[in-house]
């Protein structure tokens, strides 16, 4: 017998039977939905001002839901450095 391939260790190649198959029924994930925590970057931070949108209610009125901004350090950092320019 010939060896096989490489690929055949990622790809079931011989039609042996899957030791791990799909479950017979997919759930939806229950823990996504509003309100909604949205990670904000610092492009979309700079998109609002140019554009004199509030932030929050622009993510409300796009996800129709209730929005938390989440802004993370590296952020405010960033922010901070182009206020100066």
């Given at each position: ?11 079931n190649v011989r039609g042996d039977p ?25 492009n979309f931070l700079n998109f609002s ?28 950092a960033e922010l901070e450095k182009l206020?100066?320019?």
């Open positions: 017998m010939l060896p096989l391939p490489p690929y055949c260790v990622f790809h899957d030791p791990n198959p799909a479950p017979e029924k997919t759930r939806e994930p229950q823990a996504l939905g509003p309100p909604y925590h949205v990670l904000v970057d610092t001002i140019r554009n004199k949108l509030e932030v929050v209610k622009s993510m409300m009125d796009c996800l129709y839901a209730k929005c938390t901004p989440c802004v993370t350090d590296c952020v405010m206020g100066s320019k």
